[in-house]
């Protein structure tokens, strides 16, 4: 890929981004269309695809990065992540909270008396998500995300990883870790992830594989 995000089609020297927010918007259109009628709801379609295409094109050089240095490069910027739990009852539990990775696997250090730490040592199983701040991105519809299913097992605090990990963990948030590590409802959990998928902008999605879900293939669907 280019620098700016040039990159030619082969159905017609223009950029890929905007050859794919442009189908993307002929789609739109065709599906406006055959809704109210042919004509206007294609080409409202087709304006929209082409404002994707020129945003997905410009917005935070999507196009003039590989998707493993966009990935990386997000795993790097993000310190919290979006966390979905499932209580007893079957009722879903959201989150945030700050995170560190240790290779491919994913460290968080949560109170017992939040929602989804108790469904964690019941049921250890978690979807987690990474995903561009609001402010950073052009194309509301495309935020730059990586999400993961993961298998939760919490650290011992008798476990000798337990102090180097939450050491780096201070490392990385700072004091307040510090703090609340004396706190004895506080779990350290390691998330594995077993699936995952990285969304970079629009016809750019990709599922992650892999021992370590370093492998990327691209998905049409996801």
Same mark, same amino acid.
């Given at each position: 890929? =280019?620098?700016? &995000?040039? +990159?030619?089609?082969?159905?017609g $020297?223009?950029?890929? @981004?905007?050859?794919? #927010?442009l %189908?993307? !918007?002929?789609e739109?259109g =065709?599906?406006? &269309?055959? +809704?109210?009628g042919?004509?206007? $709801?294609?080409?409202? @379609?087709?304006?929209? #695809?082409? %404002?994707v !295409?020129s945003?997905?094109d410009?917005?935070? &050089?999507?196009?003039a990065?590989?998707p ?12 919290t ?6 209580g ?35 049921r ?6 990474l ?10 519809f ?9 298998e ?8 000798p990883r ?5 050491d ?15 706190l ?5 959990f390691?998330?594995k992830?077993t ?5 970079m ?6 599922r992650?594989?892999g ?9 049409r669907?996801?």
């Open positions: 890929m =280019s620098g700016g &995000g040039a +990159e030619s089609d082969a159905r $020297g223009a950029p890929a @981004g905007s050859v794919a #927010g %189908e993307a !918007g002929l739109v =065709s599906e406006a &269309g055959s +809704e109210v042919p004509g206007p $709801g294609f080409e409202v @379609g087709a304006e929209v #695809g082409a %404002e !295409g945003d997905a410009t917005e935070s &050089g999507q196009d990065t590989t493993e240095a966009a990935l990386a490069a997000l795993r790097a910027r993000m310190k992540l979006q966390l979905a739990t499932v007893d009852d079957g009722t879903p539990h959201t989150g945030y909270t700050p995170h560190l990775f240790d290779g491919p696997d994913i460290l968080i250090f949560v109170s017992q008396l939040a929602a989804h730490t108790r469904d964690l040592l019941a250890p199983n978690a979807a987690v998500m995903i561009a701040d609001e402010s950073d991105t052009k194309q509301i495309a935020r730059t995300r990586v999400s993961y299913a993961c939760a097992t919490p650290v011992a605090r008798d476990d337990h102090k180097p990990l939450l780096a963990f201070e490392a990385r948030h700072g004091k307040m870790i510090g703090l609340i590590r004396q004895p409802d506080f779990v350290l390691r998330l992830p699936s995952g998928q990285f969304v902008g629009f016809g750019k999605a990709y992650l594989s021992e370590a879900l370093d492998r990327f293939e691209h998905a669907t996801g």
